[in-house]
């Protein structure tokens, strides 16, 4: 079973960044062989698609919201993913999930569906204050 483990959270003011990192161990193959995501939790509301990217890192799509400020990027020999997160709003506030999915030799592909992912970490909490 995959183990996922989120950190780079923290409370920052409005137009500041932070990074989450998320590092996958545990794991029986290679990381490549993960599709992965990030998703969010605001406060009374339902989880979000944030961004993706493929296990061979040349494909990535990211949510209209976050799109320009948010950056996805992983590193396959430290078995990581990235969220650089720039200009960051009070809407940004929420708890941010890693996510995998095991698509195997199929290591372009990405997924947008909460559905798809069966390997979830704990979340890192994000707070951004006007």
């Known amino acids: 079973q995959v183990q996922l483990v989120e950190s780079g959270g923290g409370s920052v003011p409005a137009g500041g960044s932070l990074n989450l990192s998320c590092i996958c161990t545990?794991?029986?193959?290679?990381?490549?062989?993960?599709?992965m995501a990030w998703f969010r939790q605001a406060p009374a509301k339902g989880r979000e698609f944030v961004a993706n990217i493929a296990g061979t890192g040349m494909t990535t799509y990211q949510a209209n919201s976050v799109k320009g400020r948010f950056m996805i990027s992983r590193d396959n020999a430290k078995n990581t993913v990235y969220l650089e997160m720039n200009n960051l709003k009070p809407e940004d506030t929420a708890v941010y999930y890693c996510a995998a999915k095991m698509v195997g030799t199929n290591a372009g592909s990405v997924y947008v569906e909460e559905s798809k992912y069966s390997d979830w970490g704990q979340g890192t909490q994000v707070i951004v204050s006007s």
């Open positions: 545990r794991s029986g193959y290679s990381f490549i062989n993960y599709s």
